[in-house]
């Protein structure tokens, strides 16, 4: 599904971001992405949403060269995958309907088949209730809750998230996940970039860990507690 | 139309050309009506943008309303055109008299008047203020005229009715005084010429107010470009709350300047009216047609539109997720 090879990020100014990574994610597969702060996690998102382009190696994700890919496809792109971010990127100027409605608009969904697919997003993420409430008047996971519900509406075939617990309590955070092992389970590909070692360590599910941008540790199972307390 | 299950999922949605066109048509209204919202959530602020669009308008169709009337009153000006026959010593007064009743039933002769030797020296003598000078004289050198008021001198009749007219037998020599006319032709030709300079320059002007007020509005709504972009917005997508948000504030301030314009034709029409009365002339002024008017509505919106869109491309491009 998403497939790094001796990628290679440098951002202008000389920071080296990200440094000969290589990993697959197949198809259906959950795996979260640590390191600490810094470590390159947002940019090997932000390289596979095209918000940056990598200097080196090859991303292909879903069959496709990203670096081939040209800038008037990028939109169709993007549609395919669902991204959750840690600041929510909601637009307070509208109701939460129309948040997560906002993905079927720009694909020009029939009204009222984007109507039922809202729906059944914030059903899924028990926001029904709250459709016609501004997101500002709602907490943080109810915030974080509604970016996922727009993120998942267009049915994408990869889930990206970035930090999506970053500003929860233990007791929101987990249920998150719980949210997110359900959309894997109906056969979503999720790469999740979270610095909660304490949290995914519990979930058992691939993980990868970036240091100073390289790929240091990919496994399923981490038992390194020594670790939590140099993440910040 | 039934959407297939979720493996096909996204993408199944309707595919026919109905289903695309009305899918097309829901987001367009969609996307206008919050447009529409959007502006009228700040009164004000809109208000005063209208406002300058509609006034920079307001002088190119003005002067459209303006050089329209007097090319209309310039051709109504063959009544103050007189043509002068100078008549033979030997034609009678009652052979000019009937010369007169005859010139009348030529078509383009609208009003024919004799004048006698005897009627001319009065009127020299009340006139002139030389009226010793005829006195003095022991025969009235004033020849006998009729003074004829064409129908039309529009084109080159003024000029054809002239020559008809000399060729008379009773006719010593014709006059017709083109020279203002001409004058006044040749003014109005450079006024439009001024006019369609003026007209460019202010048409710019609103091209970058609204240039200027998208450019804002693209400000204001930075985050939420970036998250349209985010989720898969494409360039036109993005742009097009912008262009009919331009197109609006043209439209609305075409339908400004419409309506002032209607308001000053209705200050001026009482006065412009007496003033060419005076002029024996029944002129009505007139402002916009039904035509032009909606001619002044579609090229606002146009402006508005690219405006807006010259303001998209400068700016929409620069702002990308990062």
């Known amino acids: ?232 | 139309m039934k959407t297939r299950k979720r493996e096909s999922g996204a993408r199944s949605h309707e595919k026919t050309l109905g289903g695309t066109l009305r899918s097309l048509w829901q987001s367009h209204s969609l996307i206008a009506r919050q447009s529409v919202t959007k502006l009228l959530k700040t009164p004000v602020a809109t208000a005063m943008t209208v406002a300058v669009i509609g006034i920079a308008l307001l002088l190119p169709a003005g002067l459209f309303v303006a050089m329209d009337n007097l090319r209309n009153l310039s051709g109504g000006f063959s009544s103050f055109t007189q043509i002068t026959l100078y008549l033979h010593d030997e034609v009678s007064q009652s052979e000019g008299e009937a010369l007169r009743e005859q010139l009348l039933t030529h078509e383009n002769i609208a009003a024919s008047q004799y004048i006698s030797p005897a009627q001319a020296a009065e009127d020299f003598r009340t006139y002139s203020g030389l009226g010793d000078v005829i006195s003095q004289l022991d025969e009235n050198p004033l020849p006998a005229v009729i003074v004829l008021t064409p129908a039309s001198i529009a084109d080159n009749e003024g000029a054809l009715l002239l020559e008809e007219l000399s060729a008379l037998p009773e006719v010593e020599s014709a006059q017709l005084d083109l020279q203002w006319i001409e004058r006044l032709q040749r003014f109005l030709q450079l006024a439009e010429r001024g006019a369609a300079a003026l007209m460019l320059i202010f048409s710019l002007a609103v091209l970058f107010v609204v240039g200027n007020t998208i450019r804002l509005a693209i400000e204001s709504r930075r985050a939420e470009i970036v998250v349209v972009k985010l989720v898969g917005g494409t360039d036109g997508y993005v742009a097009r709350p912008f262009l009919y948000t331009g197109t609006c504030y043209g439209l609305a301030g075409g339908v400004l300047a419409w309506v002032l314009l209607g308001l000053i034709m209705l200050m001026l029409h009482g006065p412009v009216t007496e003033l060419l009365a005076l002029y024996d002339s029944q002129y009505s002024i007139r402002g916009l047609t039904l035509l032009s008017g909606l001619a002044l509505l579609g090229g606002s919106a146009l402006l508005g539109w690219l405006g807006a869109w010259i303001s998209v491309r400068q700016h929409l491009a620069a702002i990308e997720p990062r």
């Open chain 1, 1 to 232: 599904m998403i497939k790094f090879d001796n990628v290679s990020k440098r951002y202008p100014g000389g920071h080296q971001a990200l440094n000969q990574v290589s990993f697959e994610l197949r198809e259906g597969e959950m795996a979260f992405l640590t390191g600490r702060s810094g470590a390159g996690k947002s940019t090997l998102l932000k390289l596979i949403m095209l918000m940056e382009k990598a200097n080196q190696g090859q991303i292909l994700v879903n069959g496709k060269n990203l670096a081939r890919l040209p800038r008037d496809q990028i939109p169709f792109y993007r549609r395919r995958i669902g991204v959750v971010f840690q600041d929510h990127q909601l637009l307070f100027d509208r109701s939460v309907f129309d948040n997560v409605a906002l993905p079927l608009q720009i694909e020009g969904y029939p009204k009222h088949e984007a109507d039922r697919r809202v729906r059944a997003a914030l059903d899924k993420v028990g926001l029904l209730k709250k459709e016609k409430m501004n997101p500002m008047a709602l907490s943080g996971g109810e915030q974080q809750r509604i970016g996922i519900a727009r993120a998942v509406v267009n049915r994408p075939q990869i889930l990206l998230a970035d930090e999506p617990t970053g500003n929860l309590d233990p007791e929101l955070a987990a249920e998150i996940m719980l949210l997110f092992e359900q959309f894997n389970q109906v056969g979503v590909s999720m790469l999740i970039a979270s610095h909660d070692l304490s949290l995914i360590a519990r979930l058992r599910h691939r993980i990868l860990t970036l240091h100073n941008g390289q790929l240091v540790k990919d496994a399923i199972y981490h038992s390194a507690p020594e670790q939590t307390g140099s993440m910040n």
